[in-house]
């Protein structure tokens, strides 16, 4: 979920840039938690409910989470600067400035 940009803003904002790599992407993998956490509470304001119907269709019918989030993906062209603002709302939280 991270490109090597975002991860390094990350890093930087955590004050993490010389932690080793395996406390880096513990808290990389704590952001990227309750980033996702968020985002899926944040899904019955985003989609319409044409689209809410079409996710809890395919849950119903047993799709796999990865297809769901695949497909919820598809439905914001802005997915990825999307959650990475979600990302850096999570960062500030945890350092304020």
């Not at 019955?44 to 809410?52: E, H, N, R």
């Amino acid at each position: 979920m991270f490109d090597q940009e975002l991860r390094a803003s990350i890093l930087k904002r955590l004050h993490m840039e010389e932690a080793d790599i395996e406390a880096q992407d513990t808290a990389l993998l704590l952001v990227e938690s309750i980033t996702s956490k968020r985002f899926t509470r944040a899904l019955p304001d985003l989609l319409t409910d044409d689209q809410l119907n079409y996710v809890e269709h395919m849950h119903d019918a047993g799709k796999a989470d990865d297809e769901i989030l695949d497909w919820v993906q598809e439905q914001f062209p802005d997915f990825d600067e999307m959650i990475g603002d979600i990302m850096k709302d999570v960062v500030d939280e945890m350092v304020p400035a």
